[in-house]
């Protein structure tokens, strides 16, 4: 490949996606390289495909670890040839996708702003880092993105959840009626609830029509209902004549010329075998928060002998993810419904923002950080799979063993289930990052990653706080709790923090918009620039993609790259 | 129904099953084997066709196999005026598709089932000289009574079976069209709006949460 371009867009994801509709809207000839193969919702989307059609009901496999009808091309936590390690007594779990869009594709569309205190969290409680950057300077950007994608949602006022401006929110999706039941019991506890922010759409939005209200988003969504970047950032770009885009390219170094500065990458084609190289005049990470730190820390030289734009040390460091407890309950109260279509957005249509943030000032919780809480309780279409547990798991839970009883109690319980997950902001410590493994390599001979894991007592007392709260709202509502957790799991596909942005080379990896210190040509945009992580990151990854991809082709057009 | 602790341990199992994957509360939960890759050459691969989907292994059952899990299946779920009984929608073979598959899990499903199955026949065998779906209605019963109880936290034959067994059976009947009609589920199709809570629906909550004490 002889040809110049002017940014080589490493992953096409929330922050691949963002930063080619960025460039490309500004006239930079833009290549796209992705890991996995070309993917086409509207034609591919299983669309109101029976769990009956699919084999094994659509129950999870290895080959398709979300279940036969999730949209996850070649993915899950193992990928045949291409491992990942863990240090001993870690267990940390990485899921990826190989297809065009990455893991928007079926990511759950929770999409809320980070708040004010968010951005300056060391500053109110000397834990982490601050962002290089406030609240107020990114509000325009989340402005921008919620118009572009559209987002669901209601402004309700509460603390460190910020409102959108006027007119820029989509209408929420009312509550199920079990939704509603367990909203009262919320507010009971003076817990407020809020209309989830999703990025599905409830009304005619840029030219996309609204949700069906039928086919689990987890699927991808044929009609471009709800966000994916395959459905409304790629599309766009491509449009605009200025991007290209190469599948099965396992992008693994960041090439530079002889001043030190990027001049393309190289990559390895996953069908093939076959490595190629590629010039661009700058180059955007965008391959998800730990693939790349990989290439950074694959890509050393004499110059760079710990790995690219790592003189802080901190490629790898800061690996965040989401401390969750999950909480099944079933509630007695809810047998009193009729039978209704429950399917709505297949997501949530409310949640629980974090709600204590007096307490935490007088010290009275014993955990620095928040947490907000997502319930999914619907009477879903019956599966073996996912996205909603196997109905054959409600027989465990019967009193009756067989029989019309069993048939009986079966149909009585059938929507009366709640799962109560916790989401919580972790703190970085030093015992949990990635590194190379110094042994293991992929079927290509590249470096894989190691990670390292552990939680802090920060995690663990949140975690307990959130086991308190489900009893409490199970308790309040009759319910009985049918299963809960002793521990977080190490992880919940959030991964933020591994090349961390900062005020200083010192201590960061690339400056407030994504920019290497050391190599200004090269950016990252995927949510490892995140200095801490409070919520659900994909909205913030793609406020900063937008916003960084702007600042990077205001610098070429000045001719400072 | 199976001992707090079995139960546990299963439940631990199909929620992180369920919550390691996408979607729905799409997040890990504790660690899966990592070796779950081996046999899945003979699956249906990690890029199916979604649209057009296939079950690419044969089925391995034998006809008397179909037949006594046709008997118990329907001992399980006995049709009613409304709902056909799981022999009526093909689910042996479903129950065929699933022991048949190459996956880990439905190995190991395999070889309990057919042992259960055995089982049954053996009892029937013993007891009364003859193979289980040739003994009464009331000695099948009496049978699947007996290894109902095992099934309470007893590591036998036949306790194994009928966790497993139920789960199947339960699961492939109530993800049909019938079996989802039967158990209340509405849904599936395009609508213009989704519509709030309904007055009735909102007055009975409010009397439910009134008996609870929330007001």
Redesign the interface.
């Known amino acids: 490949m002889k040809e110049l371009y002017d940014v080589a867009v490493v992953g096409s994801g929330a922050a691949g996606g963002m930063s080619a509709y960025v460039l490309t809207q500004a006239g930079l000839k833009v290549l796209m390289l992705e890991v996995g ?1 070309d993917y086409v919702p509207a034609a ?3 669309m ?31 990928l ?1 040839g291409e491992p990942y390690t863990c240090a001993e007594g870690a ?1 940390y ?1 990485w ?1 990826r996708a190989r297809m065009l869009g990455g893991r928007t594709n ?3 569309r929770l999409a809320v702003r980070y708040g004010p205190y968010d951005f300056k969290s060391y500053s109110r409680d000397g834990l982490g880092v601050d962002w290089p950057i406030t609240y107020d300077e990114l509000a325009p950007w989340y402005d921008r993105v919620e118009r572009l994608i559209g987002v669901a949602g209601a402004n309700e006022g509460l603390e460190n959840t910020p409102d959108s401006p006027a007119g820029v929110l989509l209408p929420a ?5 079990s939704e ?2 367990v909203k ?2 919320f507010e ?1 506890m003076g817990i407020p609830v809020a209309a989830a922010r999703l990025a599905i759409l409830t009304r005619l939005h840029n030219g996309r029509p609204p ?9 991808g969504c044929s009609i471009g209902a709800n966000f994916q970047s395959t459905t409304v950032l790629i599309p766009p770009a491509r449009n605009s004549g200025n991007l290209q885009i190469r599948t099965n390219a396992l992008v693994y170094q960041v090439d530079l010329d002889r001043k030190g500065q990027a001049a393309g990458v190289s990559f390895v084609d996953r069908r093939t075998g076959r490595h190629h190289s590629v010039r661009a005049k700058s180059v955007v990470l965008a391959a998800s928060t730990c693939e790349s730190a990989r290439i950074l820390l694959n890509s050393r030289s004499a110059q760079f002998p710990q790995g690219l734009a790592n003189e802080s040390g901190q490629v790898g460091r800061n690996l965040t993810d ?1 401390v ?1 407890i ?1 909480t ?1 309950a079933q509630f007695p ?1 809810l047998e ?12 949530f249509h409310m949640y629980v923002p974090w709600w204590a943030y007096t307490q935490q000032a007088k010290k009275e919780l014993d955990f620095p950080r928040g947490y907000h809480i ?1 319930p ?1 309780g619907r ?18 839970h ?2 009756a ?4 009883a ?2 009986e109690e ?2 009585r319980k ?2 009366t289930y709640f ?1 109560f ?1 916790g989401r919580g902001e972790m703190i970085p410590n030093d015992r949990t990052f990635v590194d190379l493994d110094p042994m293991v390599k992929d079927k290509w001979g590249i470096p894989v990653l190691r990670f390292h894991w552990q939680y802090h007592d920060y995690e663990l007392c949140q975690a307990a706080h959130q086991r308190t709260t489900f009893r409490e709202i199970t308790s ?3 319910g009985k709790i ?2 809960e ?1 002793e521990k977080p ?5 959030h991964e933020t923090g591994t090349t961390r942005m900062g005020a200083s080379a010192k201590d960061s990896v690339v400056n407030s918009f994504g920019q290497s210190w050391s190599v200004k040509n090269l950016f990252v945009m995927d949510g490892g620039i995140f200095a801490s992580h409070p919520r659900s990151p994909t909205l913030t990854i793609l406020a900063l993609a937008w916003r960084n991809s702007s600042f990077l082709a205001e610098e070429a057009r000045k001719g400072n790259l | 129904m199976s001992s707090p602790q079995i139960t546990r341990r299963e439940t631990l199992q199909w929620v992180a099953a369920a919550l390691a994957s996408s979607g729905f509360p799409h997040y890990a939960m504790a660690a899966r084997p990592r070796a779950l890759r081996e046999t899945t050459l003979r699956g249906y691969g990690t890029d199916p066709d979604l649209n057009n989907p296939v079950v690419p292994w044969k089925r391995t059952m034998t006809g008397h196999q179909l037949q006594l899990t046709a008997q118990l299946a329907d001992l399980i779920l006995p049709a009613t005026a409304s709902a056909p009984a799981p022999s009526a929608l093909g689910l042996p073979d479903f129950v065929d598709e699933w022991i048949s598959a190459p996956y880990p899990e439905q190995q190991r499903d395999r070889s309990i089932i057919l042992n259960g199955l055995g089982w049954f026949d053996a009892e029937a065998i013993r007891r009364w000289e003859r193979p289980f779906f040739e003994v009464s209605g009331e000695h099948q019963k009496r049978l699947l009574g007996e290894a109902i109880l095992e099934a309470a936290g007893n590591e036998s034959t036949a306790g194994q079976f009928i966790r497993r067994f139920r789960f199947v059976v339960v699961g492939g009947y109530y993800s049909t069209p019938e079996g989802a009609k039967d158990i209340g589920y509405i849904g599936n199709v395009a609508l213009q709006s989704f519509p709030p809570v309904s007055e009735d629906e909102r007055a009975i909550i409010d009397a439910e949460l009134r008996r609870l004490g929330i007001y």
């Open positions: 193969r591919e989307t299983p109101f495909k029976l769990p009956a059609e699919a084999p094994l009901r659509a129950a999870q496999t290895p080959d398709k670890p979300g279940g036969f009808y999730d949209a996850t091309v070649d993915g899950g936590y193992d045949p267990q779990q899921w079926h990511w759950g999706f009312p509550l199920r009626a509603y039941f009262r019991g009971s949700c069906l209200y039928a086919t689990p988003c987890v699927r989401t969750a999950h099944l109260a009193k419904l009729p039978p209704r279509n429950d399917d709505g957005a297949s997501m997502e999914y009477g879903a279409l019956p599966s073996a799979g996912p996205p909603d547990i196997s109905i054959a798991n409600y027989a465990e019967c009193v063993s067989h029989g019309l069993l048939r079966m149909r059938f929507g799962m997950g309040r509502l009759g049918i299963w957790p799991p190490a992880g919940l596909n």
